[in-house]
């Protein structure tokens, strides 16, 4: 294992501390050392937006705490989730009053630990909505959405739910436009290489040289299928292929597209994928591409490997994604 | 052999508990590293560890599970965290108060152990999760109760049938957790929740015993 670290067990307290001491303009600790809160908070009046999940992802999920974004995130160990006290603490940090949306992932352990701070806030009065992220269609056919994880499209879902918050919407006016976001969201992954989580020491699982696992999720879960490595352009029309027929994406369509990498692949790489993806939707294809993101958004340690993300956007959508805002994963200028 | 025991002399449960965490740690790593992320042993020591550090001197049996039950809740995430919390503090509870554990009170923990589980995940039997340990587990130490075996006696029974629970999830398509991920891939090796389920009832059972 060749990484930059010092004790495999303390990873996520180090890289924690490294966070808030890197960005002081942006974020602060509070209340328990894993919990993550954007500086200003709670801000009074406004939806608190709550998230969180294993670590390993970065950006994600702190990389997202800051204005008209997420005001808190608890912060679990690698690929697990957080306590339910942090996951309590993180919403407590971000109440102004209006009330909790918090915006994850489908993930059982994150389901549980989310509920269980929820009654925890609720014996206070607190209001706890939620919103579960499943955007990645390799993981379960489409008439089980449910079992479906949530992947590089929280990033969108964070984007319109901060939004929405900050433009000063209520607690069920944010929960329904961060729904629609993620209603309206499809993702898919590509993995080329394994990663290793510091504290196991080892790989969880192969990939053989000149093969990639076709929808490989963000911990490594297997795919649709392992298979000949293919070149970038192949990879973004099978990723395309699979995943607009699922929504149903159609011609006419204005979308948001994000590509990330997964840790190891150069961000160079990531372009000359997103040049086929574009010259196929706004081709072939017949739409619109409202907004691309390309860029290292939601990782999986250090994987060698891509995802792909496209959101179906209406009038409200548009507007909530083009507010700016400002946190370290994700920074946008206001439109004139 | 007696029937019942002091809780107030079972305090050392947690220690023993964690001690077969430690010996387990990297058998339970290595059978969730199959299927899962490989970090179950790693985890599970973590938290009895503290746990175990944090019971009091003299303490309770009730109080023991309780200190166990607060420490995974509060300091260990993942899915572990919650469900083996809400278990031992769901089994503390039962036993709160009560001076002598018999057998209808460790079956009556056993059963609000259970019910935490339920409340907090969706697994049913046959979907490759500790259930499929726990479930027949608690159905033969009740069983064993209710045609007249001792507590020692059901408290075999419930040993056996929690391995035999344990050994099931091996040909099992896991249902629901990251495994389930897998689906057909998933056959084949152990359930490592299961496992660790079947690890703490006869840690716990052993320990019962030699307070008889």
Same mark, same amino acid.
């Given at each position: 294992?060749?990484?930059?670290?010092?004790?495999?067990?303390?990873?996520?307290?180090?890289?924690?501390?490294?966070?808030?001491?890197?960005?002081?303009?942006?974020?602060?600790?509070?209340?328990?050392?894993?919990?993550?809160?954007?500086?200003?908070?709670?801000?009074?009046?406004?939806?608190?937006?709550?998230?969180?999940?294993?670590?390993?992802?970065?950006?994600?999920?702190?990389?997202?705490?800051?204005?008209?974004?997420?005001?808190?995130?608890?912060?679990?160990?690698?690929?697990?989730?957080?306590?339910?006290?942090?996951?309590?603490?993180?919403?407590?940090?971000?109440?102004?009053?209006?009330?909790?949306?918090?915006?994850?992932?489908?993930?059982?352990?994150?389901?549980?630990?989310?509920?269980?701070?929820?009654?925890?806030?609720?014996?206070?009065?607190?209001?706890?909505?939620?919103?579960?992220?499943?955007?990645?269609?390799?993981?379960?056919?489409?008439?089980?959405?449910?079992?479906?994880?949530?992947?590089?499209?929280?990033?969108?879902?964070?984007?319109?739910?901060?939004?929405?918050?900050?433009?000063?919407?209520?607690?069920?006016?944010?929960?329904?436009?961060?729904?629609?976001?993620?209603?309206?969201?499809?993702?898919?992954?590509?993995?080329?290489?394994?990663?290793?989580?510091?504290?196991?020491?080892?790989?969880?699982?192969?990939?053989?040289?000149?093969?990639?696992?076709?929808?490989?999720?963000?911990?490594?879960?297997?795919?649709?299928?392992?298979?000949?490595?293919?070149?970038?352009?192949?990879?973004?029309?099978?990723?395309?292929?699979?995943?607009?027929?699922?929504?149903?994406?159609?011609?006419?369509?204005?979308?948001?597209?994000?590509?990330?990498?997964?840790?190891?692949?150069?961000?160079?790489?990531?372009?000359?994928?997103?040049?086929?993806?574009?010259?196929?939707?706004?081709?072939?294809?017949?739409?619109?591409?409202?907004?691309?993101?390309?860029?290292?958004?939601?990782?999986?340690?250090?994987?060698?490997?891509?995802?792909?993300?496209?959101?179906?956007?209406?009038?409200?959508?548009?507007?909530?994604?083009?507010?700016?805002?400002?946190?370290?994963?994700?920074?946008?200028?206001?439109?004139? | 052999?007696?029937?019942?025991?002091?809780?107030?002399?079972?305090?050392?449960?947690?220690?023993?508990?964690?001690?077969?965490?430690?010996?387990?740690?990297?058998?339970?790593?290595?059978?969730?590293?199959?299927?899962?992320?490989?970090?179950?042993?790693?985890?599970?020591?973590?938290?009895?560890?503290?746990?175990?550090?944090?019971?009091?001197?003299?303490?309770?049996?009730?109080?023991?599970?309780?200190?166990?039950?607060?420490?995974?809740?509060?300091?260990?995430?993942?899915?572990?965290?919650?469900?083996?919390?809400?278990?031992?503090? &769901?089994?503390?509870?039962? =036993?709160? !108060?009560?001076?002598?554990?018999? %057998?209808?009170?460790?079956?009556? @923990?056993? #059963? /609000? *152990?259970?019910?935490?589980?339920?409340?907090?995940?969706?697994?049913?039997?046959?979907?490759?999760?500790?259930?499929?340990?726990?479930?027949?587990?608690? &159905?033969?130490?009740?069983? =064993?109760? !209710?045609?007249?075996?001792?507590? %020692?006696?059901?408290?075999?029974? @419930?040993? #056996? /049938? *929690?391995?035999?629970?344990?050994?099931?999830?091996?040909?099992?398509?896991?249902?629901?957790?990251?495994?389930?991920?897998?689906?057909?891939?998933?056959?084949?090796?152990?359930?490592?929740?299961?496992?660790?389920?079947?690890?703490?009832?006869?840690?716990?059972?052993?320990?019962?015993?030699?307070?008889?």
């Amino acid at each position: 294992m060749q990484r930059i670290i010092n004790d495999p067990d303390r990873v996520v307290p180090e890289m924690v501390d490294g966070f808030v001491a890197a960005h002081p303009d942006i974020v602060k600790r509070e209340g328990h050392e894993r919990v993550v809160v954007r500086k200003d908070a709670p801000v009074a009046g406004k939806v608190g937006i709550v998230t969180g999940g294993g670590s390993g992802h970065k950006p994600a999920f702190v990389g997202y705490v800051g204005r008209n974004l997420v005001d808190a995130v608890a912060v679990g160990e690698i690929f697990s989730s957080p306590t339910a006290a942090a996951f309590a603490e993180a919403m407590r940090a971000a109440d102004g009053g209006k009330g909790i949306a918090c915006l994850y992932g489908n993930y059982a352990g994150d389901k549980m630990n989310v509920k269980m701070a929820a009654e925890d806030l609720e014996d206070d009065g607190i209001e706890v909505k939620t919103v579960i992220a499943n955007d990645d269609v390799p993981s379960a056919p489409k008439d089980e959405r449910e079992k479906r994880r949530g992947v590089a499209g929280e990033v969108l879902m964070w984007k319109v739910g901060g939004a929405k918050a900050a433009l000063g919407g209520s607690l069920d006016e944010v929960i329904a436009a961060a729904q629609k976001a993620i209603d309206n969201t499809r993702s898919i992954g590509i993995g080329l290489s394994p990663c290793t989580i510091p504290s196991v020491g080892k790989p969880n699982f192969s990939i053989e040289p000149g093969k990639m696992e076709f929808g490989i999720g963000h911990h490594g879960e297997p795919g649709i299928k392992v298979m000949d490595l293919v070149s970038a352009d192949e990879m973004a029309a099978m990723s395309l292929e699979t995943i607009l027929p699922d929504l149903p994406f159609n011609k006419g369509d204005e979308v948001v597209v994000l590509v990330s990498g997964l840790g190891a692949t150069p961000i160079m790489e990531l372009y000359i994928f997103y040049r086929k993806v574009h010259e196929i939707l706004t081709g072939e294809k017949g739409m619109s591409v409202y907004r691309p993101y390309v860029g290292e958004y939601f990782t999986s340690l250090e994987m060698m490997g891509i995802t792909l993300t496209v959101m179906k956007v209406d009038e409200e959508l548009k507007q909530l994604i083009d507010l700016d805002c400002y946190s370290m994963g994700l920074r946008q200028e206001k439109l004139r | 052999m007696s029937e019942s025991f002091a809780n107030a002399a079972g305090g050392g449960i947690v220690a023993e508990l964690a001690a077969t965490m430690r010996e387990n740690r990297d058998y339970l790593s290595e059978i969730d590293g199959a299927i899962g992320d490989g970090d179950h042993g790693i985890n599970m020591v973590k938290g009895f560890d503290m746990a175990a550090e944090r019971v009091e001197d003299g303490a309770s049996f009730d109080e023991a599970f309780r200190t166990l039950g607060r420490t995974l809740v509060m300091e260990i995430g993942g899915s572990m965290g919650p469900l083996y919390g809400q278990f031992f503090r &769901a089994m503390a509870r039962q =036993a709160k !108060g009560v001076e002598q554990v018999d %057998a209808p009170t460790f079956a009556s @923990m056993l #059963e /609000a *152990a259970y019910e935490a589980i339920r409340e907090l995940g969706d697994a049913k039997v046959g979907d490759k999760t500790l259930v499929d340990t726990l479930d027949p587990a608690i &159905a033969a130490f009740k069983e =064993a109760t !209710g045609t007249g075996a001792g507590f %020692a006696e059901a408290l075999d029974r @419930m040993t #056996e /049938a *929690a391995e035999r629970g344990k050994d099931s999830t091996k040909d099992l398509v896991a249902k629901v957790g990251r495994s389930s991920r897998l689906g057909e891939r998933s056959k084949g090796v152990l359930d490592a929740g299961a496992t660790s389920c079947w690890l703490i009832l006869r840690t716990t059972a052993e320990f019962v015993k030699r307070q008889l």
